[in-house]
């Protein structure tokens, strides 16, 4: 590179031969020349000015624009580093919201476990009462069919003795007294007649309820009210079932969601450093991409306006053996050959 650049004695011959081959050369033009000799010898400027002419030649970009490019850049970047930052942002809040439901989810199946833990103890606790009930029915219609196969038997034989008959009566006249019937008493004496303990059963039992009928009675609204608390817990176990299919579809969105923001994320990363080419592509009217059928290389054109086309050639070889990249069009949907904006 320096065996291509002018020294500062070498700047002085030029200046006098161009006055002497050229007597036009203006004093301005000269002034301009003696000035770029100043500057020849300063290692700072001459590196300033490569760097300018080779951001020209390299990405396009006229000197008198360098600047404005170089702020337009940093702000881009600034805007950039905001909108990771919000990215950022956004997926913390999803990442919030997806332990907040994880945590209820969690609650939602300790209270399911309980209501069933809950459910289980009372339909064991019917299936007992149900199971005593049914015993004391058994043994009271036993009771009842020993007793009637008796009082047949006695009538059959009707031999019983003046006295027994004199202690019948007396024995119908007490319990009469007492507000009962001789059936009734009977009947309770067949349904306590298989407890050691007759006497304090029937006692307690007619303290209680008044008579055994209200007692089997009290029974079986104990287990109607047993069957309706257990039909009232499987609708809370239902009702919590739909509340945790509920939180499950809402965190399995959730889960959708942060995926494909960091989905958006990883493209943002991946092409943020290409947006300038992107917008420079995508801002053009007349852009198509080709193919050298000749050598394989790809390239596109941005034809300038409405110029009629002309014949184009490969920016590699310079043969014109060019034609439409099928696999560029496909990429961007649209059909071979023809002029594209891909941005709106």
């Given amino acids: 590179m320096m065996a291509n650049e002018f020294t500062a004695e070498e700047l002085k011959e030029v200046i006098r031969a161009a006055r002497i081959f050229n007597p ?12 770029l000799e100043k500057h020849v010898g300063d290692p700072v400027y001459l590196e300033t000015v490569r760097g300018l002419t080779k951001l020209e030649r390299e990405k396009g970009i006229p000197l008198s624009q360098a600047l404005e490019t170089h702020d337009r850049l940093l702000r881009e970047n600034e805007e950039l580093g905001q909108k990771n930052a919000a990215y950022k942002t956004n997926l913390e809040a999803l990442e919030g919201r997806l332990k907040a439901t994880e945590e209820k989810y969690r609650e939602v199946m300790k209270a399911i476990q309980n209501s069933v833990t809950q459910l289980e103890e009372l339909r064991r606790e019917q299936a007992r009462e149900e199971k005593a ?4 029915k058994k043994r009271a219609i036993e009771e009842k069919e020993r007793i009637d196969e008796e009082l047949a038997e006695y009538r059959q034989k009707a031999d019983v003795t003046e006295a027994e008959i004199t202690v019948a009566g007396q024995a119908k006249a007490e319990v009469t007294k007492h507000g009962f019937t001789l059936e009734l008493a009977l009947d309770m004496a067949a349904e306590f007649a298989s407890y050691s303990n007759a006497r304090e059963r029937l006692a307690e039992a007619l303290k209680k309820y008044g008579k055994l009928t209200s007692c089997i009675a009290a029974l079986e609204t104990d287990i109607k009210t047993l069957g309706e608390n257990r039909r009232h817990m499987e609708d809370i176990l239902s009702h919590l079932e739909q509340e945790r299919a509920q939180h499950e579809a809402f965190l399995s969105q959730l889960k959708t969601e942060i995926a494909e923001k960091g989905e958006l994320v990883g493209f943002y990363h991946r092409y943020v450093h290409l947006r300038s080419l992107i917008e420079y592509l995508g801002g053009s009217n007349h852009l198509t991409f080709h193919h050298c059928v000749w050598c394989g290389a790809l390239f596109w054109v941005i034809r300038p306006g409405n110029v009629p086309r002309s014949i184009c050639r490969c920016p590699w070889c310079n043969l014109a053996f060019v034609e439409a990249d099928k696999n560029a069009y496909a990429a961007v949907a649209q059909p071979s050959g023809v002029p594209l904006k891909l941005l709106p």
């Fill in 24 to 35: 036009g050369f203006s004093e301005e033009q000269f002034q301009s020349l003696v000035e």
């Fill in 133 to 136: 009930l049914a015993a004391f």
